[in-house]
């Protein structure tokens, strides 16, 4: 029999690289803001979301009869989450609770993704039991929807992500879309000396989920690449796998940025558990570039 997913968020990053990985073997029902949906595949169904009530949430619940739950949606625009904290809590914490009421008496297993931001980035990289302090409203609303699926009985997987890059249908570009661009048109870029972490490619984060999800394991995991970096660290090393010139790569501090929300600096995430608990091993840093730049999701055939 076919695992059953239902798959809040299947539009954004993760989510369209989640369905890349599922849809061979499984029934997915996603749901997600847009009216309609871009994806065509005989084992995918899509419901627009209407709402993260309980109320809302619980038609798809019962007309779907899903085995299992990845809840890839969430609000995560950082720096406007500091203006708009209502529309941040709702996807991050609301709907959370509203995904964990429903799945808790139909014993569903939940997959939740959360992140590096609940940490504050004195003294990383992290292991899974390290001590939160989100030093954002972002990263707050993340670490309160943590918490609720932890509080509740239920078979859940929480896995923290950090820096999440990867190709796809009408996304906003990541981070290294927007380098290359930048690199190819030889304009410099400023990058941050003083952020460091283990950034990871989506189809890295989405088969984490996936073993997750074929275990039904739960608990907290971190899923990063192996290789820690700062980010300009990080963008050096990318212009070199591309042949771009690096030279173009000039050295900012965070502060001088301006940003609206503080993010945590020294952060990273230890994933050594992940690794070892979901016998999996993670593509380093150069290979998920290199993958990465491979990928070409507008030849995406998944129907
Ligand atoms: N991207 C990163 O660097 C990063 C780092 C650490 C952790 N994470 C975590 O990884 C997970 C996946 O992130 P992602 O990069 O795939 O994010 P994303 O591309 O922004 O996708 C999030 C999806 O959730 C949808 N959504 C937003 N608010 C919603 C609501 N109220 N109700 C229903 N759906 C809603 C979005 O729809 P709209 O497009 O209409 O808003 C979008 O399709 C999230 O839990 C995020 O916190 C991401």
Known sequence: M????LLPGCHGRLGQHLLRLLLPDCEVLGLDRQPESFVAHSN????????VSRTALRVPFRDFQPDAVINAAAYTAVDKAEEEREACWQANVDLVRSLVELCRPRGIWLGHVSTDYVFDGADG?????????PLNVYGQSKLAGENLVRGAELPAAIVRTIVVYGKGHALAPDFFTWLEG???AG????IVTDQWGNCIWAMELARVLARAMERRASGLYHAGCPDLMSRHEMALAFAGELGLDGDLVRPVAT???GQAAERPLRSGLDCERTCRELGL???GFRESIR???????ELWSIN
């Open 182 to 184: 930048e690199l190819r």
């Open 281 to 283: 091993s993670l593509l």
């Open 44 to 51: 995918f169904r899509y419901q627009q979301i209407q709402g």
């Open 2 to 5: 076919r695992q059953r997913v």
């Open 291 to 297: 993958a990465w730049s491979a990928d070409r999701p």
């Open 255 to 257: 502060a001088q940025l």
């Open 187 to 190: 304009r410099e870029v400023g």
């Open 125 to 133: 990289p992290y292991e899974e039991d390290a001590r939160p302090a």
